[in-house]
């Protein structure tokens, strides 16, 4: 009955399709070369940062459509702490009226730059742990990523003006052991919001058989964040990337629902208008110096707003379709509309 | 648009049941949460003080506060007092401008680190009076 319900309020949401998430990939240079990176980045990036300038140009006409403080641009990278300029685009963003964000592995995050992005306005943060000491360590490639991220995150969890933030992990099979002890870490730490995801078989995660959760491994994570929802001493959850079946509702607060093109959009490094940026970049809808953003929101993202082009393969005769409407947009790649990984096959069997 | 009235007006009355507002946090695999809908409507904090005369230290009545970027204003009250909620998105630090406007005081702009600063107390200088650094 309530799935009946959120179908019903996803078709709706998809029709009407507000843009009150929009990702910035403001630059692709990074100070890390994590193991599982999804956007493959660089220390040296083939391309230039993006001048905020044409970034601000391209987001205007939603400042005409949307209420203030109803967009939130989500500024990522690449790493956003490696842009110099970034408190300053954080601080115009907010007085155009937009809540801004930052996704960052927290390397580069002291007191501060803690200090000079509050003073920026800055409304939401999401830090990656991946591990303890060693295993972060290893993942990021870096001695010393777990000691700064933890710093960082002592600077979040006791920032009383910071509307939300949370702890991202990537579980692979390096750290699902490690689960329970970070959990106390965390805890002992005052964190609020810890959120799961698995690798995707993309970026530098195409080639490394080694990060991916086997079925048993995968209802391993989902039986621990049932019970740490249970003991309710952190909000733990499962991101948006897949229908769970009987674990649907058990780890995360609503039905799984892939918003991107639906409520979530992008302006890539090249200007390129998409989705989440973790997207096969060819399903690129226009691009911000040759189009105007909104007129694209409005008239393009056909294949991210009609999935039916995901019922193939694996999907064709599955049960579940309709609750699941072939998955997240980001395992889906363009050559190949079936599925990447399944993670309701997966846990099913 | 507009066939989507009717689904927009329940969608609204959802948005604000507690119950079933969680429909609407949305974020992304890779994104940060989003607390665009919720959270940063009620997150707020308040930041209060007093205004008084810098020559005799007599508390300053009706003087206007504004911030600047915002739509935030407020008066100080017969005991110079003012106190201003802010959203907690907001900046840190915001330019505070004082208003007498009555003219007798010289209007006052501080940059006010408000994130460090539960109480301010400002003192303003008479308009015609030498400016003191």
């Known amino acids: ?349 | 648009m507009e066939k989507h009235k009717t689904y927009k007006f329940f969608r609204g009355m959802l948005m604000a049941s507690a119950f079933t507002s969680m429909m609407f946090v949305m974020q992304a695999c890779y994104g940060t949460p989003n607390n665009a809908l919720i959270d940063d409507e009620v997150l707020e904090y308040t930041v209060s003080g007093k205004v008084t005369a810098k020559s005799n230290s007599e508390p300053l009545a009706g003087i206007k506060l504004t911030i600047d970027s915002t739509d935030y204003e407020t008066v100080t009250d017969s005991l110079g007092n003012f106190s201003i909620t802010l959203n907690a998105s907001d900046y840190c630090d915001m330019t505070f401008k004082f208003v007498d406007e009555s003219g007798k005081y010289q209007q006052l702009d501080t940059i006010v680190p408000v994130c460090n600063s539960p109480e301010l107390n400002i003192e303003m200088d008479v308009n015609n009076a030498p400016k003191v650094s």
Request: hydrophobic residues 35%.
């Open chain 1, 1 to 349: 009955m309530l799935q009946r319900f959120h179908n019903y309020f996803r078709r709706k949401e998809t029709e009407i399709h507000e843009l009150n998430y929009l990702f910035w990939e403001c630059t692709q240079r990074c100070n890390l070369n994590c193991r599982h990176c999804g956007s493959d980045c660089a220390v040296s990036s083939a391309y230039k940062d993006m001048p905020f300038d044409d970034f601000m140009k391209a987001i205007s006409p939603l400042e005409q459509r949307y209420k203030r403080n109803t967009v939130l641009i989500v500024i990522t990278g690449g790493e956003p702490l490696v842009r110099p300029d970034l408190a300053d685009c954080g601080r115009e963003l907010r007085r155009h009226g937009f809540l801004w964000s930052i996704v960052t592995n927290g390397y580069a995050y002291d007191e501060s730059m803690h200090r000079k992005l509050m003073a920026a306005g800055l409304s939401s943060i999401t830090l990656s742990l991946d591990g303890l000491r060693d295993t972060h360590d290893a993942f990021r490639k870096r001695q010393g990523s777990f000691d700064r991220v933890m710093n960082a995150i002592d600077l979040i969890a006791n920032e009383k003006r910071l509307p939300t933030y949370d702890i991202v992990t990537c579980v692979s099979p390096m750290n699902i052991g490690e689960l329970a002890e970070m959990k106390q870490l965390l805890i002992a730490h005052k964190v609020k919001a810890w959120r799961f995801f698995t690798i995707a078989p993309i970026g530098r995660a195409v080639t490394d058989d080694g990060l991916r959760l086997d079925g048993a491994q995968l209802k391993q994570l989902m039986d621990f964040i049932v019970e740490t929802r249970k003991e309710g001493r952190i909000d733990a959850k499962f991101s948006c990337e897949a229908y769970l079946g009987k674990y649907d509702r058990k780890v995360r607060d609503w039905h799984y629902f892939c918003r991107a093109g639906i409520n979530i959009g992008s302006v890539l490094i090249d200007g390129s208008i998409s989705a989440c940026p973790n997207i096969d970049r060819r399903f690129a809808q226009g691009n911000i110096y040759t189009d105007n953003l909104l007129d694209v929101w409005d008239t393009r993202f056909e294949k991210f707003r009609d999935r039916s082009w995901t019922k193939v393969g694996k999907c064709a005769d599955c049960k579940v379709y309709n609750n699941c409407l072939g998955g997240a947009m980001h395992l889906h790649n363009i050559d190949s509309p079936e599925i990447m990984e399944c993670h309701y096959s997966n846990l099913m069997h």
